[in-house]
């Protein structure tokens, strides 16, 4: 297979999924059905043929971690103080993990059922089991719509072997460390202050985080501050169009113009990949949450939620380059020689 016959593969791979998984969000009735089109979609950004233990892995964490969270919430749920110790603590993890490029799926997925099932515990403890379930159910159909759509575009399975992290252990825990010096206030505020649909803008913002929380200079920052808040108007301007238009036939159809776009940006090996990778996400939370949301008063306010993202990655951007600038610059003197790159990097 050529190099360009692999790419249309992947490309028509990722549309595929797409498209199925939006049929099957839009279609099957339960809570969190939008997270099927996000997860599948995360998936099939990853250039890789699926491989029996990786599925095991990916299998059993989508399974886990949920469950742990969920018996976390349970016990802490009740214990503000030190739910919010324990939440820092299990972000720092993440956070951490997500430096080397070859957990950062697991970091993602990680972080972003965390936020939601520490969410719906503060919110209603009882709610959380219910919560669970709908999440398990979810991100089975989005692995099954992975295998069936390497099934019907596959590429030859070869030694995937992802660049090791560039960054020494005691880097990564201080890239970890500031993370969630950054994304905590902001957590904190959303949790007990509750503003509306605060849920969609808290997972926006940590997978935002989880793309910036390694680039220092302010030029790359820019970059992924721009492109993710054009994500976001992208995803209410579709959905404004499909409350004018609500038919499924459409937005599949739309689903499938956007993953063919976006699957040759992404797989095509431009520096500007990544950063593709990491804004569809965005854009398929932030719309998916919105057409699937119950609140009928939504469309009036879909807008809110842009300035809610616009106010959040700001903050993100303003404080990370900030503490960048003013405190671990000192520490990278501090510490010269234990942030030493990697000889591979």
Known sequence: MSPEQLL??????????MVVACYAAFTLDFPLSN??????????????????????VLVISLIIMPLLFSAFVMLF??????????????????????????????????????????FFGVLNGVAVTALT???????????????????FFPEKRQDFQLPA???????????????????????????????SHALLVLIFSAMFLMQVSTKESLKALKLYFI????????????????VMIPSLIYLMLFMATVGIYFGREIFIGSKLGKV????????????????????????????DRLIQILFACSYIVIVAHSLERWLFR???TKFADRLGLNESA
């Open 8 to 17: 249309k593969q992947r490309v028509y791979r990722l549309t595929f999924g």
């Open 35 to 56: 997270l099927i089109l996000v997860l599948a979609a995360k998936f099939l950004t990853v250039p890789a043929a699926p491989s029996l233990k990786g599925l095991l």
């Open 77 to 118: 749920g009740f214990e503000p103080q030190i739910m919010v110790i324990m939440l820092s603590l299990i972000l720092m993890w993440f956070y951490y993990l997500g430096t080397e490029q070859k957990f950062v799926l697991l970091a993602t997925f990680g972080i972003v059922f965390l936020v939601l099932i520490s």
């Open 133 to 151: 379930e709908n999440l398990i159910k979810a991100t089975f159909i989005a692995l099954l719509i992975y295998i069936i759509a390497h099934t």
């Open 165 to 195: 992290s560039p960054y020494s252990e005691f880097a990564r825990a201080l890239i970890a460390i500031k993370s969630v010096i950054v994304l905590l206030p902001l957590l904190l505020f959303y949790l007990y202050f509750l503003p």
């Open 227 to 242: 492109v993710n808040i054009v994500s976001a108007i992208f995803a209410i301007a579709t959905y404004e169009l499909f």
């Open 276 to 303: 593709y990778a990491g804004a569809i996400a965005g854009y398929l939370v932030l719309f998916s949450g919105l057409a699937l949301s119950n609140d009928n008063s939504i469309d009036t306010k879909s807008w």
């Open 330 to 332: 000192r520490w990278k």
